[in-house]
């Protein structure tokens, strides 16, 4: 059989990627996720002889209704629908309908999954493990668990961090996040140290004609350690430190650096900065962590709490 060649993208599709580069800074794998995403929906609503200009909410109903019926989560059709929602938006902001069919359309219900986290003792175990490791790998690993834990990195934004970023004994990075947006985040003393040793154990591996502007170069086509390997080396960590290796993972230590946080007091607001979040909302997944905190609280400093277990005193 002959192979169809693809659908052509309508050019609203077009449009509306190039708005989320040029207007919002999107990165290059937000804009392919959202192509994909989009293209799915247009062939879907091309066999029902729809398209940008005349779908309308029962059409688009029908394709959610598919989605759920080849068995994609809840969680998969949500991200669908935000993303069929702002096309819709932007096409009734741009005039290129004058209704939005999607504002019609219900959410699935989720449930609220919690984030992995691992306790403060297991960080202390995985990086007490890189010591025990030592040479240049264990510093390596000790170095970049440090500056995870410490900031809470993205793991794409820690393995690319440059070199300028720490020569000089900083006490805060500049980190480079989605979008190409900088922000600030505080570096505590531990992560200091332990930068600081590894950049004498860089220096002593590198040979002087193959200088390198990353903090963890590579000999890979990248030039820096990548995320894949770094989870890999994670893995054996957790082994050593005698930890579930499934347990572990770059994305669950930043976890742990927010639920820590929060835990120890800090204010949301605060911690949505250091993570890079756009919205408040993506950094209140963390506030599972408070419940326990505060029942402490109110026994510990209520002062009512102190009468628990006096007797009350006769009335008569």
Partial sequence: MKKLPPRPRPREVEAFLEMLQAERGAAKNTLVAYGADLDHVMGFLARRKQGPANADAEGLRAYLKSLDYVGMTPRTVARRLSVIRQFFRFLLAE????????????????????PKVLSRAEVDAL???????????????????????????????????????????????????????????????????????????RAGALAEDQPSRFLFPSRGRTGHLTRQRFAQLLKEMALAANIDPARVSPHVLRHAFASHLLEAGADLRSVQLMLGHADIATTQIYTHVLPETLRSLVEDKHPLAKRRGRPRKSLS
């Fill in 127 to 201: 990086i007490d493990a890189t010591k025990i490791k030592g040479g240049f790998d264990g510093g390596r690993m000790a170095t970049l668990l440090e500056i995870l834990y410490a900031t809470g990195l993205r793991v794409s934004e820690l393995v690319t961090l440059p070199l300028s970023a720490v020569e000089r004994d900083p006490s805060m990075l500049i980190v480079r996040g989605k979008g190409d947006k900088d922000r600030v985040v505080p570096l505590g003393d531990p992560a200091r140290l332990a930068i600081a040793s590894w950049l004498q154990v």
């Fill in 95 to 114: 005039r290129l309908r004058e209704d939005d069919p999607a504002s019609a359309l219900d959410s699935p219900k989720l449930g609220r999954p919690l």
